[in-house]
């Protein structure tokens, strides 16, 4: 189907739509939405939010370590040296103390999407974190890079700071912007949609480890 035909399609269907539901203003879905009944419990867990996470995280069979600011940069290079050689996609506005151990050539800034299947894994940051699910969201703003840079590499390695840490989702929720292009992360990428049997590094990396900033 040509891009004009796909364009004629669409425009179709959301006319058939719009005849049935009828056109609502950008005001009015506002105020629809905030009619939305919210008396729900916002927050299950009050104490040792971190300690949750960690464990959490852990049950997906992702590798979590906690390490303070001061042993960070040192956690990180140790976590790349062992996944032997080659390079990893790091983005832009990953902090370089971060890094500062690891030596320059284990370090590729920005890789287009191309080399991205080449190198031996990925290091970003992250906009937030889910103590109740164990979940890590990505909003790719400056340290974490576009999405593909946390699909494409079989390794992902995520340091997650102590404020970012969320005790339930709707606490998570309320500190992400819904306009940006969001990636939840529970765990490394796995399936089970083949005959029911675990299937990891389908739809993104095989392997995830984590370093927790208390």
Same mark, same amino acid.
């Given at each position: 189907?040509?891009?004009?035909?796909?364009?004629?399609?669409? &425009?179709?269907?959301?006319?058939? #739509?719009?005849?049935?539901?009828?056109?609502?203003?950008? $005001?009015?879905? $506002?105020?629809?939405?905030?009619?939305?009944?919210?008396?729900?419990?916002?927050?299950?867990?009050?104490?040792? #939010?971190?300690?949750?996470?960690?464990?959490?995280? /852990?049950?997906?069979?992702?590798?979590?370590?906690?390490?303070?600011?001061?042993?960070?940069?040192?956690? %990180?290079?140790?976590?790349?040296? /062992?996944?032997?050689?080659?390079?990893?996609? %790091?983005?832009?506005?990953?902090?370089? &103390?971060?890094?500062?151990?690891?030596?320059? &050539?284990?370090?590729?800034? &920005?890789?287009?999407?191309?080399?991205?299947?080449?190198? /031996?894994?990925? %290091?970003?940051?992250?906009?937030? $974190?889910?103590?109740?699910?164990?979940? #890590?969201?990505?909003?790719?703003?400056?340290?974490?890079?576009?999405?593909?840079?946390?699909?494409?590499? @079989?390794?992902?390695?995520?340091?997650?700071?102590?404020?970012?840490?969320?005790?339930?989702?709707?606490?998570?929720?309320?500190?992400? @912007?819904?306009?940006?292009?969001?990636?939840?992360?529970?765990?490394?990428?796995?399936?089970?949609?083949?005959?029911?049997?675990?299937?990891?590094?389908?739809?993104?990396?095989?392997?995830?480890?984590?370093?927790?900033?208390?």
């Amino acid at each position: 189907m040509s891009g004009r035909a796909g364009a004629n399609a669409r &425009e179709e269907i959301l006319g058939r #739509i719009e005849r049935v539901t009828g056109r609502r203003s950008a $005001a009015d879905a $506002a105020e629809s939405y905030g009619r939305i009944d919210r008396g729900y419990l916002r927050r299950h867990h009050g104490e040792k #939010i971190l300690e949750l996470f960690a464990e959490r995280v /852990a049950d997906y069979r992702a590798a979590v370590r906690l390490v303070s600011a001061g042993e960070l940069p040192g956690a %990180v290079a140790e976590s790349l040296a /062992a996944r032997g050689g080659g390079a990893f996609a %790091v983005p832009s506005g990953l902090p370089d &103390e971060w890094l500062a151990r690891v030596p320059p &050539e284990r370090i590729s800034r &920005e890789p287009s999407v191309a080399d991205l299947d080449e190198l /031996a894994g990925a %290091v970003t940051g992250c906009a937030a $974190a889910i103590a109740e699910t164990g979940t #890590i969201v990505l909003d790719h703003g400056p340290g974490q890079g576009p999405r593909a840079l946390s699909l494409v590499p @079989d390794y992902h390695l995520i340091v997650v700071t102590a404020d970012q840490v969320a005790a339930d989702v709707p606490e998570a929720l309320e500190r992400l @912007d819904p306009s940006r292009p969001l990636t939840f992360v529970s765990g490394p990428s796995a399936t089970s949609d083949i005959e029911l049997s675990r299937v990891e590094g389908v739809h993104g990396p095989r392997t995830l480890e984590v370093l927790l900033v208390p």
